[in-house]
């Protein structure tokens, strides 16, 4: 089956810990891009790829960072420096035309 | 100002009615635009996406574009409980980054 996997779940953490989010895709698209999502809220982009080891910070990149090695793989680190890490993540693909955008199931984060 | 707005909602409709969803953008040179579906707790599914001026139509989704007045809706025929959900608008300027509207919450009544 085509899509997009993202693990864990539900993932939770201490304060100050770094913690990776995995994104993989098999739907042979380009771009990949990872949003958070806080309760009630949009979707806020934090970073996106168009192409194999190269991305771009999106709105709100503080505190996060991101690597594109392969095409089928987008992970996202959550660093310490991050203030409010606590979010519903979700991580989408998109082929070059028409540019929709398919989105995993998404990783809920809690930091205690 | 935000650059994607849309009515928080919550927007309440009866069963079999048309539930209307309106989005306003900021770039006169937004060139696609989507629509997106969030069940709660669950990741956006696409609906549909327009490109050019007029309505685009699939199955009981009508998706409506004006690019003069900047303006772009979603009307969804014959409402069914299943229907209820948040509904987001996303505007892209050619390739790169799309910018999200917030939603609208809407609840179809049985």
């Known amino acids: 089956d085509g899509g997009i996997t993202q693990s864990p779940k539900y993932l939770f953490r201490k304060e100050g810990q770094n913690v990776t989010l995995s994104c993989e895709q098999n739907?042979?698209?380009?771009?990949m891009y990872w949003y958070r999502q806080d309760p009630g809220q949009g979707l806020r982009l934090i970073y996106y790829?168009?192409?194999?080891?190269?991305?771009q910070k999106g709105d709100i990149a503080e505190g996060y960072s991101v690597s594109r090695e392969k095409k089928e793989s987008f992970p996202l680190t959550v660093t310490s420096a991050q203030k409010n890490p606590t979010a519903f993540y979700l991580c989408a693909s998109s082929p070059q035309s028409p540019n929709e955008q398919y989105f995993g199931p998404g990783t809920r984060l809690t930091v205690t | 100002q935000k650059e994607v707005e849309q009515n928080s909602g919550p927007l309440s409709v009866p069963e079999g009615a048309i539930a209307s969803l309106n989005c306003t953008y900021s770039d006169r040179g937004s060139q696609s635009f989507f629509w997106y579906r969030q069940y709660s707790g669950k990741s956006p599914e696409l609906i549909m996406f327009i490109y050019s001026n007029g309505d685009k139509e699939d199955g009981r989704f009508t998706a409506q574009l004006n690019k003069a007045s900047q303006y772009v809706s979603l009307l969804i025929r014959d409402s069914q409980p299943s229907d209820s959900a948040t509904y987001l608008c996303?505007?892209?300027?050619?390739?790169?980054?799309?910018?999200f509207g917030d939603g609208t919450t809407l609840t179809v009544k049985p």
């Open positions: 996303a505007v892209k300027r050619g390739a790169g980054k799309s910018t």
């Open positions: 739907l042979n698209h380009d771009a």
């Open positions: 790829s168009q192409i194999v080891n190269d991305f």
